[in-house]
């Protein structure tokens, strides 16, 4: 492939009128490859690479009144991160019909960030009219290990929605996530884009370069860069600059 970038010398080089490009950039040639990638994802739309996850509650539909399961997002969840298939909660305890009086957890599985750096897990929630015992906590896990419950709705009465972005350190294995609810009457909540993203500079190739057309020319020249590993490369730097 070929990289088209507009080169500008600067007079603080002190550099002849004529002055050779392809020694500068093979010295000084540097990339702007490093972006998150998506480890695994669960979107309850079939995005790959799929997150797995199970519940220790079954799953269940009882029409207008309690609902544990996946379905289309519908008001009144409104956050608009949540699009298509969420994983919706509405009556946990179902009038005892179905669910539980307890907590429902569940769990996302076990995923390896070995060799990834800058890892961040997240999901996108929104939790309509919870009173005073219903709740939401979820268990993040980094290499078997429990960082403990973080409570998402706040004591008391909530209404509310947003994105959990949790940070993994560097040099980390794996990590895994629990979500548990337990709700009792008409209150309402869902979650969607259950997401492990980080670095993997160990999948970006080495870059070579072939040929730099032209070898030399005036401030401002328009240089063509070829070569291979250049795919994701955004940016040139001539000393520095």
């Known amino acids: 492939m070929s990289i088209r970038a507009n080169t500008f010398l600067h007079s603080r080089y002190a550099l002849p ?16 490859l490093f972006s998150q990638t998506t480890i695994a994802i669960q979107n309850f739309d079939d995005a790959t690479p799929a997150w797995s996850y199970e ?14 399961g996946v379905r289309i997002q519908a008001t009144p969840l409104d956050y608009v991160n949540l699009m298509y298939s969420v994983f919706y909660e509405r009556d946990l305890f179902d009038e005892g019909d179905n669910g539980t009086t307890g907590d429902a957890t569940i769990s996302f599985s076990t995923i390896s960030v070995n060799g990834y750096t800058d890892v961040e897990v997240s999901f996108d929630y929104d939790i309509v009219g ?32 947003g994105t959990e972005v949790l940070a993994i350190p560097n040099g980390s294995f794996s990590v895994a996530l629990n979500l548990i609810i337990n709700q009792n009457g008409d209150d309402q909540a869902g979650f969607d884009n259950f997401r492990v993203c980080g670095i993997a500079p160990s999948c970006i190739p080495a870059q070579t370069i072939s040929s730099i057309t032209p070898t030399s020319g005036p401030a401002e020249t328009l240089v063509t860069i070829s070569g291979s590993g250049l795919l994701g490369a955004t940016s040139v730097s001539i000393s520095g600059t």
Do not use: H, M, R
């Not at 519940?55 to 544990?68: E, K, L, Q, R, W």
């Not at 980094?142 to 009465?157: E, H």
């Open 17 to 32: 009128s004529k002055i050779s490009l392809f020694t500068l950039l093979c010295v000084l040639f540097s990339f702007s």
């Open 55 to 68: 519940s220790d509650v079954a799953f269940f539909d009882n029409g207008t009144d309690g609902y544990f």
């Open 130 to 161: 919870f009173d005073t015992g219903d709740d939401v906590f979820y268990e993040l896990f980094i290499d078997g290990t429990s960082q403990g419950l973080t409570q998402l709705d706040g004591p008391g009465s909530s209404t509310l929605e």
